[in-house]
């Protein structure tokens, strides 16, 4: 029986996913392998003469190789095969190969079975030189099989620091579209809060006649100033916006205490008081998440909501 020794010219990332199959051109017998991570190929117990040999990789359509080799009979047929590297130029693959250890269980069990088949021999019976040869290219296997084992996993187990890698950065693009997006969200929602607040304290103004020119001015500019800060950090933004709620609380309260009953229960007082409430309070944020759910509250205090009310307010 013959075998073949070959070697593939080629990347190890492209090497992990590729299959290389021979097939004899007159009995049609198929034996398919994978190549190790150094792209050599090893073959036992061929029958000497024309194979053919076919190496596809799963993310190229067309074969890349596809040619006719002879197995000699009496010795180990050795042959090397480059395949140009121009092939995989639009294939997207790791540069660091995974462990794959497929290729060295398998070649570690065709070597066993090949060895306990040359130990069936009983004293006196000759040993040919086609046993010699099985005999020494199944050693050969074997030592190529756990040399590959042993670069391929270490004590603790193999990583796949290019998955590690990859995984690290779509977290960091993860995070990065998050905060972004956050960040967007909030300064949008920013201004629909203060052209609600606007609103609302327009509204008032109009249902509390006796407020004073000054308590009107100091809302107002307090509003302005708000307005200003919509990209401010949400640390910055939430201190002035307490300071809104606080100032429309102080001045709406002294108002009150000389208005009508029908003024005090308005419903448009009563809201306005409500949001300048919930402004004031409420735990310090620090991140836009934490503004958002804030808003909420506020949103879920005020009478139709603060869209609806920044929409009037902008007609």
Same mark, same amino acid.
Request: glycine content about 6%.
């Given at each position: 029986?013959?075998s073949?020794? &070959?070697?593939?010219? $080629?990347?190890?990332?492209f090497?992990r996913?590729m299959? =290389? @199959?021979l ?5 049609? +017998? ?7 991570l150094d792209g050599?190929?090893m073959?036992?117990n061929?029958v000497?003469g ?5 190496a596809?990789?799963?993310?190229i359509?067309?074969?890349l190789?596809n040619?006719?080799?002879?197995v000699l009979p ?13 092939i995989?130029g639009?294939i ?7 462990a794959?250890?497929?290729p060295?269980?398998a070649?570690?069990?065709e070597?066993?079975?090949d ?7 009983v004293a006196?019976?000759p ?8 005999l020494?290219a199944? &050693?050969a296997?074997? $030592? ?5 084992l042993a670069?391929l =996993? @270490?004590?603790?187990?193999?990583d796949?620091? +290019?998955?590690?890698?990859a995984i690290g950065?779509v ?5 990065k ?8 969200l909030?300064e949008?929602?920013r201004?629909i809060?203060q052209?609600a607040?606007d ?5 008032v103004?109009?249902?509390v006649?006796?407020?004073p ?6 809302m107002?500019?307090t ?9 401010d950090?949400?640390a910055?933004?939430?201190r002035?916006?307490r ?8 001045e709406?309260a ?14 448009v007082?009563?809201?306005?008081m409500?949001? $300048?409430?919930?402004l004031?309070s409420?735990?310090?944020?620090? @991140?836009y998440s934490a ?6 509250r506020?949103?879920d ?15």
């Amino acid at each position: 029986m013959g075998s073949l020794n &070959l070697q593939l010219g $080629a990347e190890p990332a492209f090497l992990r996913d590729m299959k =290389v @199959s021979l097939v004899n051109q007159a009995t049609r +017998e198929k034996r398919e392998v994978t190549p190790f991570l150094d792209g050599s190929v090893m073959v036992a117990n061929l029958v000497p003469g024309n194979w053919q040999i076919v190496a596809k990789h799963p993310n190229i359509i067309a074969d890349l190789v596809n040619r006719p080799i002879r197995v000699l009979p009496d010795r180990p047929t050795i042959t090397r095969i480059v395949i140009p590297a121009n092939i995989f130029g639009n294939i997207v693959v790791a540069d660091v190969a995974d462990a794959n250890l497929g290729p060295s269980q398998a070649k570690l069990a065709e070597a066993e079975t090949d060895a306990r088949d040359q130990a069936r021999k009983v004293a006196g019976q000759p040993i040919f030189a086609d046993d010699w040869n099985l005999l020494a290219a199944t &050693l050969a296997d074997s $030592a190529k099989a756990t040399g590959e084992l042993a670069r391929l =996993v @270490s004590p603790i187990g193999h990583d796949h620091p +290019e998955l590690v890698a990859a995984i690290g950065d779509v977290q960091e693009n993860v995070q990065k579209f998050y905060d972004l997006f956050a960040r967007s969200l909030a300064e949008l929602q920013r201004q629909i809060e203060q052209l609600a607040l606007d609103s609302k304290v327009r509204g008032v103004i109009e249902k509390v006649p006796d407020l004073p020119p000054a308590s009107r001015k100091r809302m107002q500019d307090t509003i302005l100033d708000l307005q200003s800060s919509y990209q401010d950090s949400p640390a910055v933004y939430d201190r002035k916006k307490r300071r809104a709620g606080q100032v429309v609380q102080e001045e709406m309260a002294a108002a009150l205490l000389t208005a009508t009953p029908d003024v005090v229960d308005d419903i448009v007082v009563k809201d306005m008081m409500n949001v $300048a409430e919930t402004l004031a309070s409420g735990p310090a944020v620090a @991140s836009y998440s934490a503004e958002l759910k804030q808003r909420q509250r506020t949103e879920d205090r005020s009478k139709g909501g603060l869209f609806l009310a920044a929409m009037k307010g902008n007609r």
